[in-house]
């Protein structure tokens, strides 16, 4: 593994979207998970790097660069989603320890923000983001693929496995924090049976969890020849039935009817809804309401 620091010229991006969040935070680029599918790996080509997973490069001075932009007077308090390319809470970060400076100005500006993450280092952090969590939102949740540590080990390597990942979400659930489980991506023919999603959406209850959020794999440019030759080294019989499956970016329309048929079952089943929109809302409607309350 290869660390590199560098400069940037500011801590959080614009984005086009605004909801459910309109700023991303990344402090860094590349990331050790190895994950199979990861959407991400096109984000190394500006630098003209190709090894995503080995080279990380570590935003050296991007503790400073946020504070300027959260002091301004023209910051709004936004939502910020915290590594929405590469995870926060990577092995890196175990050696660099930004994650908590960057946590103690977001409770200095009253931030609100979404982490997710395959790790559970974030526990780390426990007593930061709880008080953060207590004077505005905060969503924590964890990507989780799969309840078969065979297969979770072949497509994310350098994630902690996925028992550790609800633990840690059971922790949070303790705090004010929104708590969701990411099931993304479903991978077809490998992670969408209905035993897999049954198996994600017991722990998920068990776990006291606020939201599922599904979604199905999307494949293009460097991710797409990445995770083709996975599947030829690791899964050579699923090889043909997901390139005829995938003969564009996304899975065929009939495909993710069928999918979402069964995923939608097992919500109702387990009474978790599928937005993180829902307990934001309801974040924001009890903030209001107190503030109506103080003027009865």
Same mark, same amino acid.
């Given at each position: 593994?290869?660390?590199?620091?560098?400069?940037?010229?500011?801590?959080?991006?614009?984005?086009?979207?605004?909801?459910?969040?309109?700023?991303?935070?990344?402090?860094?680029?590349?990331?050790?998970?190895?994950?199979?599918?990861?959407?991400?790996?096109?984000?190394?080509?500006?630098?003209?790097?190709? $090894?995503?997973?080995?080279?990380?490069?570590?935003? &050296? %001075?991007?503790?400073?660069? #946020?504070?300027?932009? *959260?002091?301004?007077?023209?910051?709004?308090?936004?939502?910020?989603?915290?590594?929405?390319?590469?995870?926060?809470?990577?092995?890196?970060?175990?050696?660099?320890?930004?994650?908590?400076?960057?946590?103690?100005?977001?409770?200095?500006?009253?931030?609100?923000?979404?982490?997710?993450?395959?790790?559970?280092?974030?526990?780390?952090?426990?007593?930061?983001?709880?008080?953060l969590s207590r004077i505005t939102y905060v969503n924590i949740a964890a990507t989780i693929t799969t309840m078969d540590e065979t297969i979770r080990k072949k497509i994310e390597p350098?994630?902690?496995?996925s028992l550790k990942r609800f633990a840690m979400l059971k922790a949070f659930s303790k705090t004010n924090a929104s708590i969701g489980l990411h099931f993304m991506p479903i991978i077809?023919?490998?992670?969408?049976?209905?035993?897999?999603? $049954?198996?994600?959406?017991?722990?998920?209850?068990? &776990? %006291?969890?606020?939201?599922? #959020?599904?979604?199905? *794999?999307?494949?293009?440019?460097?991710?797409?020849?990445?995770?083709?030759?996975?599947?030829?080294?690791?899964?050579?019989?699923?090889?043909?039935?997901?390139?005829?499956?995938?003969?564009?970016?996304?899975?065929?329309?009939?495909?993710?009817?069928?999918?979402?048929?069964?995923?939608?079952?097992?919500?109702?089943?387990?009474?978790?809804?599928?937005?993180?929109?829902?307990?934001?809302?309801?974040?924001?409607?009890?903030?209001?309401?107190?503030?109506?309350?103080?003027?009865?």
């Amino acid at each position: 593994m290869e660390y590199k620091e560098i400069k940037c010229a500011t801590a959080l991006n614009k984005l086009k979207r605004k909801i459910p969040y309109s700023w991303d935070l990344n402090i860094y680029r590349g990331c050790e998970h190895g994950c199979t599918y990861c959407y991400a790996m096109y984000s190394h080509n500006y630098l003209d790097k190709e $090894d995503f997973f080995q080279e990380i490069h570590v935003k &050296s %001075n991007v503790v400073e660069a #946020l504070e300027k932009q *959260l002091s301004s007077s023209s910051w709004k308090q936004e939502v910020v989603n915290l590594g929405g390319v590469t995870d926060s809470y990577q092995p890196a970060e175990s050696i660099y320890r930004i994650m908590p400076d960057i946590l103690k100005l977001f409770i200095k500006y009253k931030t609100p923000c979404i982490i997710s993450t395959k790790s559970d280092l974030v526990l780390r952090d426990y007593d930061l983001i709880d008080e953060l969590s207590r004077i505005t939102y905060v969503n924590i949740a964890a990507t989780i693929t799969t309840m078969d540590e065979t297969i979770r080990k072949k497509i994310e390597p350098q994630g902690v496995d996925s028992l550790k990942r609800f633990a840690m979400l059971k922790a949070f659930s303790k705090t004010n924090a929104s708590i969701g489980l990411h099931f993304m991506p479903i991978i077809p023919y490998l992670t969408d049976s209905f035993e897999n999603v $049954d198996a994600l959406y017991s722990h998920a209850k068990e &776990s %006291n969890i606020s939201y599922v #959020l599904p979604g199905t *794999l999307y494949l293009r440019g460097t991710t797409r020849t990445f995770f083709f030759n996975f599947i030829r080294k690791d899964y050579p019989n699923l090889y043909e039935p997901l390139k005829l499956l995938y003969q564009t970016g996304g899975a065929p329309k009939e495909y993710k009817n069928e999918l979402y048929k069964m995923v939608n079952s097992l919500r109702d089943k387990y009474a978790l809804p599928s937005s993180y929109m829902a307990p934001l809302k309801e974040k924001l409607k009890k903030e209001e309401y107190t503030q109506l309350s103080l003027f009865d």
